[in-house]
């Protein structure tokens, strides 16, 4: 069983970061980012950069330490191509964004990377501090694998409001669903901390309800979508009756 337990420790390395892929290409062609909620980047990068020195405190799998610096890698890629391909609407570009200090609806990619090199700044002090506390390692393990857990949840909301799967890709969803599957399993059966198993179940649980929202909504085009397909078109015609 030695050569199924390397497969496995590969696939949860390698496999999770991979699952984006899909998601970066279909922005790229369609040179538009609506559908896709770039608070999953947000979710992603601060939980793996906290994983991270939850691993020094703790030093679960290797496997699991590789994926989080892959997903890292993944996700500022993807976060560059989202913030590239905005849509239109979106709160920063039309200067409405409601949160406080516009968390993570900034205008340009520079911003983002200056707010997770202080993130890492700040982790790195408090464990420095607090890194022989073993009280303190086990609150950094359920902050980190309790973010992500969380992860589906921008999703869910985006999916909601827009009653459309539109822009999500459905490999992107199979990823989740299949992979939060398997990782819960690998979690119990490789005995990893308790902070893994208990949010890796509740994760699972999310990825179900966006499956349930795939078969109520499906994936036509939202309205917004729509109506400024139909403004790019009256300017068309506007051009070519002008010529």
Excluded at 161 to 190: C, E, I, P
């Amino acid at each position: 069983m030695s050569w199924l337990s390397t497969v496995a420790s590969i696939g949860m390395a390698v496999g999770p970061p991979l699952v984006y892929a899909d998601q970066a290409i279909s922005i790229i062609r369609k040179r538009d980012a609506t559908g896709f909620s770039r608070d999953v980047c947000a979710i992603l990068l601060l939980a793996n950069i906290t994983r991270c020195f939850f691993w020094l405190g703790n030093h679960f799998e290797i496997p699991l330490l590789v994926q989080s610096f892959l997903m890292i890698l993944a996700q500022l890629a993807l976060l560059y191509i989202c913030i590239h391909f905005r849509p239109k609407l979106s709160p920063e570009a039309l200067g409405s964004s409601t949160r406080p200090f516009s968390f993570w609806q900034w205008s340009t990619y520079t911003q983002y990377i200056e707010f997770l090199c202080g993130f890492i700044l700040c982790q790195a002090i408090l464990f420095l501090i607090l890194g022989r506390n073993e009280f303190f390692i086990d609150i950094l393990g359920f902050v980190a694998l309790g973010l992500e857990s969380t992860l589906p949840i921008p999703q869910l909301i985006s999916n909601y409001r827009q009653r459309s799967l539109y822009g999500f890709r459905l490999s992107t969803l199979l990823g989740w669903f299949g992979g939060d599957a398997f990782k819960t399993v690998y979690f119990f059966l490789q005995e990893s901390p308790l902070q893994f198993k208990v949010c890796a179940i509740f994760q699972l649980s999310i990825d179900v309800g966006i499956v349930i929202q795939r078969l109520i909504y499906g994936n036509a085009p939202p309205m917004s979508v729509l109506i400024d397909e139909e403004d790019e078109l009256e300017q068309a015609l506007a051009l070519a009756e002008e010529d």
